[in-house]
Nanobody
Framework: QVQLVESGGGLVQAGGSLRLSCTAS????????MGWFRQAPGKEREFVAG????????NYADSVKGRFTIARDNAKNTVYLQMNRLKPEDTAVYYC?????????????????WGQGTQVTVSS
């Protein structure tokens, strides 16, 4: 079992930045690909960014490429999502996810484990 706790959400103006953090406990963090998903009101949950266990491989949704950066620190059991040049359409609840195996599988099928979510609101 892996427990995931997100933090760092909030309200920001368009063009601003936020950094989300997700800290894991339980099983060995470095065994898992990690990712971020988001869900806006009335929409399905969608993949945002993912990173493999060694940080060598990363995936991004087209909508966030060049603006968001995912990183992880295995010594701290933490994965981060740096979000720059935020837009109102980035407004959503952001969820951290963990899955054993390739990050591409996480991106396509979601996580084996999920955090509770953190709200990000971008005002225009």
């Amino acid at each position: 079992q892996v427990q995931l706790v997100e933090s760092g959400g909030g309200l920001v103006q368009a063009g601003g930045s936020l950094r989300l953090s997700c800290t894991a406990s339980g099983r060995t963090f470095s065994n898992y690909a990690m990712g971020w998903f988001r869900q806006a009101p009335g929409k399905e949950r969608e993949f945002v960014a993912g990173i493999n266990w060694s940080s060598i491989s990363t995936n991004y949704a087209d909508s966030v490429k060049g603006r968001f950066t995912i990183a992880r620190d295995n010594a701290k059991n933490t994965v981060y999502l740096q979000m720059n040049r935020l837009k109102p359409e980035d407004t959503a609840v952001y969820y951290c996810a963990a899955r054993s195996g390739p990050v591409a599988v996480l991106a396509k099928y979601g996580g084996d484990y999920w955090g509770q979510g953190t709200q990000v609101t971008v005002s225009s």
